[in-house]
């Protein structure tokens, strides 16, 4: 599984290394990358260290191509987010579901709300760590389950591809032409 993004307080980074110490000392299978950069680096640098966490591994900064290829050989991502963020729909969420990358999110709002709709992973309780490797725990014990993400993932991406969205864009713009545009000269003549 693989957390990329910012390491800083607004984000869960100290949540994610909770996580990895119930991980390292569990039964799971799972390992986890850890790519990015940010203030809390040192403290993830460190804590992996001191701590002995042979199942996680940190990228440090890493680049966009690299970081869509890693994705191929995860079957998990993280969107780990501290209690009272106010990000919606971050955009690390559309690579994740391009490469068909069931989420565990802690995040409210519109991913949250994406992610419970189409079964594209699960949410947690921001903040809470146990929570977040118990929904680790789901996706490796059901694996079927992961499958059935991966899938959907998949699927919900293409309605981000440029083609499909610009064509909604212009068909929006459109109806907001004719109700305004339209509509006052229909009053005007």
């Known amino acids: 599984m693989i957390y990329a993004g910012t390491l800083r307080d607004n984000y869960d980074t100290k949540g994610i290394i909770e996580c990895a110490k119930l991980l390292e000392h569990s039964k799971s299978n799972y390992r986890l990358f850890i790519a990015g950069d940010g203030n809390l680096k040192k403290f993830v640098i460190d804590s992996i ?6 199942k996680t591994v940190f990228l440090g900064r890493v ?35 391009a490469a068909g990358l069931p989420m565990i999110n802690s995040l409210g709002y519109d991913l949250k709300d994406l992610i419970k709709k189409h079964q594209l992973g699960y949410n947690y309780p921001a903040g809470d760590y146990r929570a977040l490797f118990s929904k680790i725990e789901l996706l490796e014990q059901d694996r079927d389950m992961l499958v059935k993400f991966k899938k959907n993932c998949l699927v919900l991406s293409e309605s981000f591809h440029e083609p499909t969205l610009y064509k909604s864009y212009v068909d929006f713009c459109l109806k907001v032409y004719e109700q305004t545009f339209v509509n006052s000269m229909k009053s005007i003549i």
Not at 49 to 54: M, V
């Open 49 to 54: 260290e001191k701590n002995k966490l042979k």
């Open 63 to 97: 680049s966009p191509k690299y970081l869509i290829n890693f994705y191929k050989n995860c079957d998990v991502a993280l969107s780990t987010y501290a209690e009272g963020s106010t990000v919606s729909m971050p955009i690390k969420a559309f690579d994740y579901l």
